[in-house]
């Protein structure tokens, strides 16, 4: 009885330390690097593209249709593949999470041997560990979520995840991919729009290089040097090709 009302009074103190403490984590990751794959790929693609076209001398008219092209065909394929890999990760959770479920019932023994297994890692002694797995072995389906998580690694996912990537990379793409293209729309002669594109386009490749980096906890000036570099590379690269063969 003792323990019972100390226990109950403990309750609000914790409730009162959480409440006090509040963690700001960055949680939109996921989210992030759909636009991060979005964005990169549709500011270097049509970038590359449209400087290789530039360099065989072609009209901006052109350049701005084959460009509009590619965004609508790179949008669909990059949102198509953002689709099937999430999926994907949530097909393999679900078959997972199955197997789980089965092997609690068919081997509970072996199952609580991992519990065991895995809490042991992190140094939990066996007479410590030991009510944790008893307790688990009571509860399956908490069962069942520590050993997806802790075992396996797996996290379950958001049912709107794959249509959500899609959707964030295709719209990301297009948004990136308009940054490289837009000079030809406004410049009539290819070469002067060239010139712009390349300077909107690394200003855009830095500002995006730098909040990725921001973002995803790496050096911002590196991050964004890097991102600027690339995309210089393959616009550079595609031109000199495009000159060697229709000089």
């Known amino acids: 009885m003792a323990a019972s009302e100390e226990r109950r009074a403990l309750e609000p103190e914790k409730q009162r330390l959480l409440n006090q403490h509040k963690e700001k984590h960055f949680t939109a990751g996921e989210i992030v690097r759909d636009i991060i794959i979005g964005v990169s790929d549709g500011l270097t693609v049509p970038f590359a593209l449209a400087a290789g076209l530039s360099g065989a001398n072609a009209t901006s008219s052109i350049i701005l249709t084959a460009g509009i092209a590619e ?71 908490a069962w069942v979520d520590f050993m997806m998580k802790f075992e396996l690694g797996l996290e379950k996912p958001d049912p709107r995840r794959a249509l959500q990537s899609a959707l964030t990379i295709a719209i990301a793409y297009i948004l990136g991919g308009f940054v490289p293209l837009a000079p030809y729309m406004f410049i009539p002669r290819a070469r002067d729009a060239v010139v712009a594109s390349v300077a909107v386009t690394l200003v855009a490749l830095l500002i995006f290089g730098y909040a990725k980096g921001y973002f995803t906890g790496n050096k911002p000036i590196i991050s964004a040097l890097q991102t600027a570099l690339i995309g210089a590379i393959a616009s550079a690269a595609a031109f000199g090709m495009a000159k060697a063969v229709h000089p």
């Open 71 to 141: 965004v609508a065909a790179g949008a669909i394929s990059m949102g198509l593949g953002g689709y099937l890999a999430a999926k994907s990760e949530a097909d393999l959770y679900v078959r997972e999470l199955r197997r789980e479920e089965e092997e609690i019932v068919a081997v509970p023994d072996t199952e609580a041997a991992e519990v065991a297994e895995i809490l042991a890692q992190y140094g939990i002694e066996p007479h410590e560990y030991g009510p944790v797995v008893n307790a688990l072995r009571k509860k399956p389906q």
